[in-house]
């Protein structure tokens, strides 16, 4: 019935910045509940290959314990701002939120995105000051910092009155005072979601089900996860699905999972306040879908994701090297797999243009777009990938372009070169915090001044350095901005490389080869040391003779060419070349492969 509470359930995302150990925190609350057993590994949420390599949460998972008589359900969200869509869908599901801080990096851009979206739905704050057990903690000021955010981004006075719990997520401790006690619990945890967090409240009389993320089996067909807001639904009811004002036709639903740990568990029926699978679905679905009862369609709105700000042109492979690695090579296959990444992926667009071979795909950003690839790659996909464009907007008549709020943490003796760098790339300084021997400094800059900035920042600091940013908004367009000012080192034949040849180029610039490396004309292979592209023959040989010369034999020393993985590409290549993508190969190359029609 309409207003009626679950007083034993309790719905809770946790959101964090990028590596603050919300997966590694859910690992712990899953032990501590019972729910898991140690030899089950670590960080088990992260079940997809890429997030384990590196260990970034990219899609949104759900879980659950029972702690006591209380049923917990548990959202673990991504806190790389690239993968925003991912955490407003989810975050539409509960009540209440736990924000994790580390204590020693502090609120970066991702800490400041993500608690925004939260605040933003009216949802109850936990704040947990997370690897407190780190050297360079410093407790005091990442308090500060929390008490400076809230008071920022706060949508009333109650959303400043919270919980603050201290602890180690790695080390399975949580306490309720900074100075301890520090046993190996996680009781005070989970006392707080139990007395902060509201229980879920009936909204409707009628049934109504809100789909926030989908999921396919092959015997069960279309799967609908996400919660139920009022109702009850039960195995063999029939249902509508609706959308805005769209009513699509009924379906019978065939089987209810809950989910506990890593378990979906199956059930007869679920009530409001149940974050759940269902099954019998004929047609597909999407997300944004509310599953009603057949006489009281009574669709939930359903949360506008940011837009795309950043696109790129996905194609055929047509490179002389195109069909030795994939198996999936055309464009209706690529079409095919980008129409289903659209179903589950809420921030990507997909647009066709004037070629049926090629494909607009816009995303939140370079990780966005890069991770999407990857995938694609390891599915056995060979694609072409243009240069990454940042989407332009027209306000009142004038251009406006995306822009990114950048904070760098940086030893204080780089600052100066960092600030040139990025007063070259139209930034705008916003606050410089000075700590011990580093800096902290923020930072307005367009999207299109990022582009290419992770290497330089990394030469630039020898690796000290930390740079974090998130989507800030949209700014008169700011002027032109310095691209790559290197040319690149282009073949001109087709075959092997060979050790003398790239003997002779490595003064010209920086080798993107080995020797014995097949190459084709019009292929990069290296970065020029100046400005202009630069046709070179990679597979030149040593012409042998009878004749020995003193001194002139020297042995080849090769310097070890740069790996160029696909972010690096997408940051290195310029409007007029191409990243050629395989399963066991990525390229650089030029658009027009002849040296004669370049000119």
């Known amino acids: 019935m309409k207003n009626e509470k679950r007083t034993n359930v309790r719905n809770l995302a946790i959101i964090a910045h990028v590596d603050h150990g919300k997966t590694t925190l859910v690992d712990k609350m899953l032990r501590f509940a019972g729910t898991l057993d140690v030899a089950q590994g670590a960080r088990v949420m992260d079940s997809n290959a890429l997030e384990k390599e590196r260990g970034i949460t990219i899609l949104a998972k759900n879980t659950g314990v029972t702690y006591g008589e209380y049923d917990i359900n548990i959202v673990d969200t991504p806190g790389h701002s690239d993968f925003g869509g991912e955490v407003e869908r989810t975050l539409q599901m509960v009540e209440g939120f736990l924000l994790l801080v580390d204590a020693a990096e502090g609120v970066l851009p991702g800490t400041r995105f993500v608690l925004m979206k939260a605040l933003a739905l009216n949802l109850r704050p936990i704040v947990l000051i997370n ?65 902060s967090i509201p229980a879920p409240v009936s909204k409707s009389d009628h049934l109504q089900f809100l789909t926030t993320s989908l999921d396919h089996s092959d015997f069960l067909g279309p799967i609908a996860i996400g919660r139920v807001f009022s109702g009850e639904i039960k195995v063999g009811q029939q249902v509508i699905p609706c ?104 921030a990507l667009r997909v647009e066709p243009t004037d070629s049926a071979d090629v494909f607009k795909v816009s995303g939140r950003g370079q990780l966005h777009l890069g991770i999407l690839l990857e995938t694609m790659r390891r599915e056995g996909f060979e694609v072409q990938v243009s240069a990454p464009e940042v989407i332009y907007k027209k ?122 490396e097949k190459v084709y ?19 030149k040989g040593k012409k042998l003779t009878n004749m020995r010369a003193s001194g002139s034999d020297d042995a080849i020393r090769l310097e070890p060419p740069r790996a160029m993985d696909l972010e690096t590409c997408m940051e290195w290549i310029q409007p007029d070349e191409l990243i050629e993508i395989t399963p066991s190969h990525i390229r650089l190359r030029k658009k027009v492969l002849r040296a004669s029609m370049r000119k």
């Open 131 to 195: 690897k407190i057990d780190r050297p360079d903690a410093d407790i005091e000021r990442t308090e500060g910092l929390i008490s400076d955010l809230f008071l920022d981004l706060a949508q009333h006075s109650d959303q400043l009155v919270f919980p603050m719990l201290y602890g180690s997520g790695k080390q399975g401790f949580i306490s309720t005072s900074p100075t301890g006690p520090h046993d190996i619990t996680m009781k005070p945890l989970f006392d707080a979601i139990i007395n």
């Open 243 to 346: 959308k805005d004002d769209v009513v699509s036709k009924p379906t019978k639903i065939t089987k209810i999972y809950m989910f506990r740990g890593l378990e979906r568990i199956e059930a007869n029926e679920a009530k409001f306040g149940d974050i759940i699978a269902l099954t019998g679905f004929t047609e597909p679905l999407t997300i944004g879908t509310t599953l009603c009862e057949l006489n009281h369609p009574e669709p939930l709105p359903y949360i506008t994701v940011d837009e795309p700000t950043l696109s790129m042109y996905i194609s055929v492979n047509d490179s002389p090297f195109n069909g030795q690695d994939g198996k999936l090579l055309t464009s209706r296959q690529i079409k095919d797999r980008l129409e289903k990444e659209l179903k589950t992926n809420v």
């Open 395 to 516: 306000i009142d008549g004038a251009k406006y372009e995306p822009i990114e709020y950048l904070v760098v943490d940086v030893p204080t003796d780089m600052q100066g070169i960092v600030m040139e760098h990025l007063g070259k790339k139209k930034a705008e300084m916003k606050n410089m915090v000075h700590y011990g021997e580093r800096v902290r400094i923020e930072f307005e800059v367009p999207s299109r001044g990022l582009l290419g900035f992770r290497s330089q920042f990394l030469t630039d600091t020898r690796g000290m350095g930390i740079a974090t940013f998130s989507f800030h908004g949209y700014q008169p367009y700011k002027g032109d901005i310095i691209t790559r000012t290197k040319g690149a080192l282009v073949s001109m034949e087709t075959g092997a490389t060979t050790g003398y040849a790239l003997d002779a180029l490595q003064p010209r610039g920086i080798l993107f080869v080995g020797p014995g």
């Open 521 to 539: 004309e019009g292929m990069i292979i290296g970065e020029h040391s100046r400005s202009n592209d630069l046709d070179v023959n990679p597979t």
